[in-house]
């Protein structure tokens, strides 16, 4: 049985039973849910920032100069993925922060954050930067969290996969920001101009509203709807909107018990959980933490610092293409070129790699291969599995039990990614660099077929859809 609803804006199609999907049609209003979007998306932006910051950071701080102090390559490791392993412990508080409202959770998490990279700016002691990074990823993981949250359950079905790419196009911004920056700033200027930008984000999310569905699932009903208004626009029909919502929550609630409650969670955690081992254990978030080390390692004549900043310029593009295709193209799609084209990319680094250890004098005008090897992965990194995994995240898990489910898939993340960056280093050394990414490579093949084999395509559909199908 199909039956369809149309207003002005919104058309409703009903398939089979309890399955529904809100299509937008005619001329809707997007600008509430962008401009909403814009605002949560200096949170990702933040995060990027800090991501960014690592790479330049630490060559600055090798370098021993009169405004630094001393610092090995251990303590750069952990220095660099200590952020890692406060994100570990942000997850679950992050999860819980959300319960208390998704814009609650990013203000709440936003000033300290500003006050974690003042500290690191004033910094007189390795031990004070560790600290720092680790408290800083801990709030950038209640961020990170609370807006991939908030974007997926204010956007409507048709834009939700592009709303959500802002997200991860912010954090690439950020990461270029920091690159470029670092080129010319030290390692103090820096973290006083990173400072900036999580207090941006809580001035900007004063005027935009919470998020629809957490107030109807804390039966705030009114102001659920005004939220909708806001987001959707005066001409909107909100009311069947409002109903769906309503009536998937009071049968998630009437059906609620614990062994219940594993079998919605199992599925997409599995899901979820798979994607972030792939995505963590590319070699991505390695590399990117030491990407002038790396690059200082395998180029002869060109700069490293020139060589990062392209390739967040093409992270940054690759971004924008992927919030084009995910929502017409779809998930799956994106996907599968993703894994494949890093497999091939990082088999090639490792292979130029071991070729220059082998023959180091034959390789000095040969810079464009490991550069060109570095672009195609970023380019499909950024286009596919980077940000998809965090989108497929936020829809596959029920509404009631998004932030339980999302916490546990992203400190399962960063658990991996802590393990991915602190092993980097003793990778390149037990097998080589080139080894490190022959490794990551295999990892990819195996992500390929995780891919083919268990993630369900989601383009276009509503998220109480989603939740009813898995």
Known sequence: MQFVKQSRTHEYVDVAGPSRQ??????????????????????????????????PAIASLLQRDAKAFDL??????????LSLLGALFG????????????????????????????????????EIMCFAAFTSGFLVAIVQLAAQMYVSEIAAPSIRGGLSALLKISGHAGSLVAFAAGAFLDWRQLAGLISFAPAAMCLAMLRIPESPGWLVLKG??????????????????????????????????????????LQTLRTPALISCGLMFFQRFSGAHAFHFYVVSVFKETFGGTNPHTAAVAVAVVQLLSALLSGLLV??????????????LMSLALASFGSF?????????????????????????????????SPISWLLVSELFSLEHRGLGT??????????AFVGVKTFVDFREWLGLYGAFWLYAFISVCGLCFVVCCVPETKGRDLTEIDTVS
């Not at 303590?75 to 660099?80: E, N, R």
């Not at 000033?111 to 003042?118: E, G, R, V, Y």
């Not at 005004?226 to 029909?237: I, T, V």
């Not at 004098?361 to 596919?384: E, Q, Y």
């Open 22 to 55: 809100l299509l937008i049609t005619g001329k809707p209003e997007y600008l509430g849910q962008l401009l909403a979007s814009l605002a949560v998306s200096l949170g990702p932006l933040a995060s990027g920032l800090g991501k960014g910051y690592s790479s």
């Open 72 to 81: 090995n390559g251990q303590q750069a490791s952990w220095l660099a993925s």
């Open 91 to 126: 997850a679950p508080l992050g999860g819980v922060a959300v319960k208390w409202g998704r814009k609650r959770a990013l203000l709440m998490a936003g000033a300290p954050l500003s006050l974690c990279w003042i500290l690191t700016g004033f910094a007189f002691s390795v």
């Open 220 to 261: 705030y009903d009114s102001e659920a709807e005004k939220a909708l208004r806001w987001l959707r626009g005066d001409s909107a029909d909100l009311q069947l909107e409002l109903s769906i919502l309503q009536t998937h929550i009071m049968s998630k609630r009437i059906s609620s018990s614990p062994k219940l409650l």
């Open 327 to 340: 929502d017409s193209a779809g998930r799956l799609p994106l996907l599968v070129a993703s894994s494949v």
């Open 353 to 385: 790699a071991y070729y220059k250890e082998a023959n180091p004098k034959s390789v000095t005008n040969l810079d464009w291969i490991p550069l060109l090897c570095v672009l195609v992965f970023t380019v499909a990194f950024s286009l596919g599995i």
């Open 407 to 416: 916490a546990l898939a992203t400190g399962f993340s960063y658990l991996c």
